[in-house]
Structures are given as C-alpha cells and as structure tokens.
C-alpha cells in the first residue's frame, strides 16, 4: 500500500513553513531539515523573520544558501567516506606498512610491476590518444640506470649521508624503468580550461606562494606545468583554485555580470567534485601496488592530498568543518611516512636512519633533465619535474603539520623527520659533498627553517603540559625547564634576526637595495604580482619568532594578555606588522596575525582590522579573513577567559580547528 503523501500543516517547523514545503512534524528535527542537514525550528510564537515582508525573504536566502552549501559538503563528504578506507589500509604501525604486500624475490616483483603497469594503463587509457603515443614511446627508451645522468641512483650505488650507508632500492627501479609516464594531452582540454590553468601558473600559485622562485640552476618552475599536466587529480584542483581566484578577484570590478559567477561557482564545484573523483581512484591505485613498489606514482599522490589541502584551506567559504582539511592531511602525512619508511630508510629500531636523498636519488632515475655537474647550493645536480614537486609539497607539508598542531594540541605529526629535514647535516652523495638542511623552508615560505623548528618544540611542549594535566601529574619545575630550553634559542634568534633587519636598513628606515645576482635577474619579471623584497624573509620569520615566543608564553603563563613576557611580544608584533614591505607580506604571517591579534589591547583592533581591509578582495581567498573572525571571536570573550583558557581554544574559537598557513 503506497505510503500517504505528507500535507502541509500549520504545526510543521517553521523552516519548511518558510521553504514552502510539506513537514513530517517529526521532533527534534524533521525529516526534510535532517536530510538536507539545516537548522530545525520549532517555536509556539512565530520568530520574528516570518513577517511576510523584506525579512522573511531575506531569512529564506539564507536558508536557501544553506541548503546548497550542505549538499555541496554532502557530495564532497562522498568522496572522503570513500578515500578514508584507502588511507586506513596505507597506515603505518611500527614503522612497516600493514599491506599484504611483499618484495622479498624476484617472483613477487615480477606481479608487482606486471600489475603496476596493468594499473597505470588502466589509469592512462581514459586520456591517452594517438598523439601521446609518442610519450609513452620515449618513456620505454628512457635510459637505463647504468646510463642515467650523474647523480642518479643505479641498483648498485649507494649513498653515505651523517655516517650511515644507504643501499638503492631495486623494486623502485624495476617500476622506474618499464613504467609508462602519462600526460593529460593538451588538446583534452577545452579553452575555459587552459585559460584557468595558465592563470593558476601565472597569478594564482605566485600569488598563494610569493616567496618561491626557483634559480634558473633548479630549472624554475616548469615542474609544475609537467605535475598538473601528469596528474590529473593536480589539475582539477588547480583549475578549481584559478577558477575561485578570478571571481573573488573580479568580485567588485564587475557588475552585472551575475551569469558569469554563477557559471564559476558551478565549475567550481565541478572540478572540486572530480579532483576528489581522481584522488579516491588514485588511493585505490596505490594501496593496491603498495607504497613500497611505486615511489614516483606515491610521491604524486602525496603531492596531490597536500594540493587539495591548500585548495581546503584557500577557498575558506566552502568549508563547513575541518574534517576535509583534517582528513586530507592525515592522508598525506601517512603517505609520506610510508615513502619514508620503504624508500628512505636503513637499520632497525634505535639504529634506523632515514636519508632525504635516497628519496630525491630515486626519482632522478632516468631523468631526461640535462645536468651541469655542479649546483651552487650544494645538491648534486638540477631537479627534474618529481625531484623539485617533493621537495616543494614535503615543505608544505612539514609547514602546514606544525601549524595544525598549534590548533589541534598535538605533537606534530613529523616531528621525528625534522633532525634529518630541517637541520643542518652533513655527508656525501655520488661524490658530492652536501652540507644544510635538506628542506629549505625560507626559499617556499618565506620563514627560516630554525624558527618553524623551535615552534614544534613549543608545540609538543603544550601537548606535554595537556597530557601531563590530564594524567594529574603536571610538574611546573619541569615545564619551565623544558620551556627556557626553547626560549633561550628562539629569544637569540630573535636578537639576530634584528640585527639582520637593521643592517639591511641605511641608518633612515630606508631599505638598501639588494646586490643583484646575474642569474636571478629573471625573477625580477614575476608575472601579474608585485616584487616581494628579498629582504621581507626577515622580517617574516622575525615576526613568526615573536609570534612563537609568545605562544610559548601562553603555555607556560596561561591567558595573560597583561603579562610582561607575553605584552612585549606582542607589542613587537604589531609593530613589525605596521611595517610590513607590502599590504601582501600579511598573507605570509596569518599565523603569528591571529596569535598576536588574540591577545591585543581593545584599542588595538582596528590595526587588525586595517590591515585584513588592505587586502581588498582578496583578502577572501585564503585563510586571513577567517584569521580575524577568530580573533573576533576571542575579543567578543575579552574577560571571560581565565588563565587556564589556552591559544589552541582561541585558534578553534569559530567552532572548528583552523589551518592558517
């Protein structure tokens, strides 16, 4: 017997009263609030919206906005259920990978590759034609090991880095060689499309990465044009950021063009929906080979989370929660550590080491990228498309990890890499030698890689303190032990860093102009963005230190806007942040922004406030405006907070945990 239709009825929520559509009155929530997942009301009095006039139409916008903001997070939500298994299966434990998957003779690599190739043909075969054929043609005469540029790993090279030897992995280089190399032929994409993507390459990536400028020695940033064109997951996202970019920028320059925003957010959408179509395919793909058989593919995928990451992060008005960016980051970091764990790791237990240039070794197998012989920085050769994109998403990732602590109170999750990342070390490889850090983080971000070091210590510092509280056995002699082992470094950093600041001034508070280096003269020619003085490195990681040591303060002192040690770092701040080189140098310091505004004065909210208007509409596009509708938050809380209340609880004050990078 069919089921009685359901009538509109005076008792129904006043929400579907509102929409004009037929109620169940099932309480608390009925069923068509609960399905679309909006706000249920019911209420004896009529609110005071429902006045037939300007504000019921006004409440029904808004109702209507939220309805497709909900079923936008629905479809995305799809997406994830179906990634969140793939990367559960790629979890490590114990540092080996929980695949049934094994490359312990000749016989099980032979069904690796065989099924490795399968795969990638399989993956391939949707947007490969004709015309590519000649690509794969090249890939399959790529030159072997034994004839590989210098630099390159063979199966019988090594390397010695810090002391320890690290044998080549021969599975990586079985794959390396018969593996096709796919690409997203040009003629596939229509013209709106490649319109976007050279506005990703010559506004949007420049203008979310205004620090990064490649040398000519490290052959630039045509890697990315190779990744977006190799990795389809990579392109849709990109497409997806150009094509928020331009209607947030045009925004206020156009009028009367509604058709067209509509048509950008629906594209939106659409290449947000098949980035993560490609990324669940792609997860699929590669816990079915394993991460120990397929460097380049996993190192792609990696690069691919971290990209929807910034994506998550960027386009803040799409996001009701933080699980997407939560969950994609999660993914990434287990990707990485599994990258680590099969392709970069020697010895056992206390004695295992881990060497960056195994990995970079790896993926240079077989390049095609000509090499000088030397590099001025230190690396034996120039990077090819894969050496240079995980060089870059590894600093993006060990940037955003850091950050996300800070917020979610934890120990960052890659903490135990930084030794080996993001300190000096020292060692050889294929007769080079190499000296410094191996992630250079001031080159990608803008911030020196000593000052993002000393807040994970700071971090896992405040995780400490929160499990040492909960467990009832918080020592305070010890936390303030721990804690100056962090503030003496971080203040002599500090002192330096302004020594540095005031030696690139002329005794005026004029900037000196910079030597000029003949083979970076062509990153004075940076297409649609104004020039970042190469000197605002300082004055960025300067204020992430002040910001730092003012975090640092908060956990040893607790919520003390007026506590000495914590007023005069944040008075330091903002007056680094009054002097910013450029209106645009505030997008590189949203972090330490939001500590510092958190914890300022009442009379010193609007230099927060100007300094987010500076922005114009862009200030939108990235995570500056959500900066501030936190530190709103906490100053609408201004005496309500006890010393207890805690910076993590101040970055999660709009309901969820940010990620401001």
Not at 571 to 598: E, H, K, N, Q, Y
Request: hydrophobic share 40%; charged share 20%; net charge negative.
């Amino acid at each position: 017997m069919a089921s009685k239709p359901l009538a509109r009825s005076s008792d129904g929520c006043w929400t579907c009263r509102l929409r004009r559509k037929k109620c169940d009155e099932a309480r608390p929530q009925c069923a068509a609030c609960e399905a679309l997942e909006i706000s249920c009301l019911y209420s004896d009095e009529k609110p005071e919206w429902m006045d037939g006039g300007d504000r019921q139409a006004e409440k029904a916008e808004e109702v209507k906005a939220e309805v497709k903001k909900k079923a936008a997070w629905r479809r995305e939500r799809k997406y994830l259920t179906g990634i969140e298994p793939g990367i559960e299966e790629l979890s490590v434990a114990d540092g080996a990978s929980e695949l049934n998957f094994t490359t312990q003779n000749d016989a099980s690599r032979k069904k690796t590759t065989v099924g490795a190739n399968n795969a990638a043909s399989s993956t391939n075969s949707s947007w490969d034609s004709p015309q590519n054929s000649s690509s794969e043609a090249t890939s399959n005469t790529t030159p072997s090991s034994s004839t590989a540029e210098p630099g390159a790993l063979s199966s019988g090279d090594g390397m010695y880095i810090q002391g320890q030897q690290f044998a080549a992995h021969a599975t990586t280089q079985s794959f390396l060689s018969s593996a096709p190399v796919g690409t997203v032929p040009y003629h596939s994409l229509n013209e709106r499309e490649l319109t976007f993507l050279t506005m990703y390459l010559d506004y949007v990536f420049p203008f979310l990465f205004p620090f990064y400028r490649p040398p000519l020695l490290q052959s630039g940033r045509g890697w990315l044009l190779i990744l977006l064109l190799r990795k389809r997951t990579l392109l849709h996202s990109a497409l997806s950021l150009a094509t928020y970019f331009f209607a947030v920028a045009t925004d206020n320059l156009l009028s009367g063009h509604e058709l067209c925003r509509e048509h950008n957010r629906s594209e939106l959408e659409k290449q947000h929906e098949l980035t993560l179509k490609e990324l669940q395919h792609d997860v699929a793909v590669v816990n079915e080979r394993g991460v120990a058989s397929d460097l380049i593919e996993s190192a792609r995928i990696m690069e691919s989370i971290v990209q929807l990451v910034v994506f998550e992060v960027a386009v803040t008005r799409r996001i009701a929660c933080a699980e997407s960016w939560m969950v994609h980051l999660d993914g990434a970091f287990v990707m990485f550590e599994q990258i680590m764990e099969h392709h970069a790791s020697s010895g056992e237990g206390d004695g295992k080491h881990y060497c960056w240039h195994a990995i970079i070794g790896q993926l240079g197998v077989g390049s095609q990228m000509p090499t000088l012989g030397f590099s001025p920085s230190g690396d034996p050769y120039p990077y090819n498309s894969d050496q240079a994109a995980m060089r870059f998403f590894t600093a993006l990732l060990l940037f955003a990890d850091v950050i996300s602590a800070t917020a979610l109170e934890t120990t960052p999750r890659l903490y135990r890499f930084h030794g080996i990342l993001l300190e000096s070390s020292s060692g050889s490889f294929a007769g080079v030698d190499i000296t410094g850090p191996q992630i250079n983080l001031e080159s990608i971000v803008g911030i020196k890689n000593s000052v993002i070091t000393l807040l994970a210590q700071a971090a896992d510092l405040h995780a400490w303190k929160k499990e040492m509280t909960k467990n009832g056995s918080l020592s305070m002699v010890q936390l303030v032990t721990r804690a100056s082992q962090i503030e003496t470094p971080l203040r002599g950093l500090i002192a330096c860093l302004e020594q540095q600041r005031q030696s690139a001034n002329d005794g005026h508070g004029n900037q000196v102009p910079p030597m000029t280096n003949p083979i970076d003269f062509i990153a004075q020619y940076n297409v649609g963005l104004p020039i970042i003085p190469s000197s605002s490195t300082v004055w960025t990681s300067l204020i992430w230190a002040y910001a730092s040591l003012t975090y640092l303060c908060t956990i040893v002192s607790g919520w003390q806007p007026s506590c000495p040690e914590i007023r005069a770092s944040v008075a330091a701040t903002i007056d680094l942040l009054a002097s910013a080189p450029v209106p645009a140098s505030v997008r590189s310091v949203v972090w330490p922004f939001c500590v510092t505004g958190c914890l300022a004065l009442p009379e010193e909210e609007g230099i927060f406030r100007g300094l987010v208007e500076s922005l114009g509409p862009l200030s939108s596009f990235g995570t500056i405006a959500g900066a501030l509708r936190v530190m709103e938050a906490v100053w609408a809380r201004r005496g309500q907070l006890g010393p207890d209340w805690t910076m993590a609880e101040g970055l999660r004050g709009v309901g969820t945990g940010v990620m401001l990078v």
